[in-house]
């Protein structure tokens, strides 16, 4: 028998969080983001419940190969543009539409042989200073390619840094808007946080990411709840040990937690090299059969250890919800936050589900 630990993908809920994404922007189309394999729950998983996108968004020309041979003849979109020449023949072979962010792949693209001009996202630098042309470089990148036969329609693309937060996105939109006042062609402004948050904003095109995972961009200021999304993941697992503790027992490695008083604690498995996050600290919130309890000691690479305290009846076998729908979701809709967790960890929700380890078993449920 395998471990018992397990994810869950849910198809309703991935449905269910792009459809969130089309009433938060009704005018707008909507890339579903599945870079990193879906953040972590799998493209061919992920399909068919989000084929009522508009396209699919990614950065790996390996993944979007994926994507066109689960017979997607839809748009696919590469976030970074090429990295080398030779990528535009397979843009060209799988029609895939690439961002374009600097000069070299303007050049790359006037030396590249097609029939078949190429739709880009000339992206512009608002101010994150990541990936993008600067205000005054923009214009000039635009002409470039307006020139190009292998260039196609031309649209334009920004990214914001602070969509999740106070700080906000007025001032890149302005820059933006003032840099591409005159230029025609599409727009595509907004990530999951710019669409939660800042519903108003006019972009043809949405990038919805981690949204459609049900996860909140915004935490701990939003919930996932709150924002009426639903967890996309579930990663459970069972207790494989129960220890009765004395007062001045430890537990785990470096005896980080010191039993204050006697307590029963579950030795769950499920540990980092499963993608659980080792920097989550004693206090960690989980599930046992349903109840809330919180982790003590350092995670291993295996296994982690739970105050049982608030759930007595707990035993050998009884249930371990690490993140997602817990185990009685279907009567009440009960679910740990993978968000929750991330903070108790010091890290986001993101992190979390794409760091779920190959060894976990995956089920559509
Ligand atoms: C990853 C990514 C997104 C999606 O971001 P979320 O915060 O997950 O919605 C959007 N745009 C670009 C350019 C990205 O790289």
């Not at 394999?37 to 799998?42: E, F, L, S």
């Not at 996105?169 to 808007?177: G, L, P, R, Y």
């Not at 949405?206 to 049900?214: D, N, S």
């Not at 990663?235 to 494989?240: A, E």
Request: glycine residues 8%; contains cysteine.
């Amino acid at each position: 028998m395998p471990r018992p630990i397990e994810a869950l993908i849910h198809p309703d809920a991935l449905a269910h969080n792009l459809a969130r994404a089309r009433a938060q922007a009704p005018d707008a189309r909507v890339w579903a983001v599945v870079k990193a394999n879906a953040y972590g729950h799998g493209i061919e998983r992920v399909f068919e419940p989000l084929r009522s996108a508009d396209g699919f968004a990614l950065l790996d020309l390996a993944e979007a190969a994926r994507l066109r041979a689960l017979d997607w003849r839809g748009p696919i979109l590469l976030l970074e543009g090429v990295f080398e020449p030779r990528d535009l023949e397979l843009c060209s072979r799988l029609n895939l539409w690439h961002a374009v962010h600097n000069e070299q792949q303007i050049d790359w693209l006037s030396r590249h042989k097609t029939h078949q001009p190429h739709r880009v996202f000339l992206k512009m630098n608002s101010g994150m200073n990541r990936l993008g042309f600067s205000p005054t470089a923009l214009r000039t990148a635009w002409a470039r390619l307006n020139a190009l036969p292998q260039v196609d329609e031309i649209s334009l693309m920004t990214h914001f840094s602070d969509a999740d937060s106070p700080t906000g996105i007025a001032h890149q939109v302005a820059v933006f808007e003032q840099a591409t006042r005159d230029l025609p062609g599409e727009r595509s402004l907004s990530n999951s946080a710019a669409v939660l948050r800042h519903a108003g904003l006019a972009s043809d095109w949405v990038r919805a990411g981690i949204l459609t995972y049900g996860s909140a961009p915004d935490f701990p200021e939003h919930d996932s709840a709150h924002w009426g999304l639903q967890p996309a993941m579930t990663l459970r697992s069972k207790l494989i040990g129960i220890q009765p503790l004395q007062p001045g027992d430890t537990v785990g490695y470096g005896s980080r937690f010191v039993a204050e008083t006697a307590l029963r604690i579950g030795i769950v498995a499920c540990g980092y090299a499963d993608g659980y996050p080792r920097h989550a600290g004693s206090g960690t919130p989980v599930l046992v059969d349903g109840v809330r309890c919180a982790t003590v000691g350092r995670v291993s690479m295996d296994m982690l250890a739970v105050d049982l305290t608030p759930v007595p009846a707990a035993q050998l076998g009884s249930e371990v919800t690490l993140w997602g729908r817990g185990p009685h979701f279907d009567q009440d809709g009960s679910c740990l936050s993978i968000d929750e967790v991330a903070q108790a960890a010091g890290t986001i929700g993101y992190e979390l589900m794409c760091a779920l380890a190959p060894r976990v078993p995956v089920t559509l449920s």
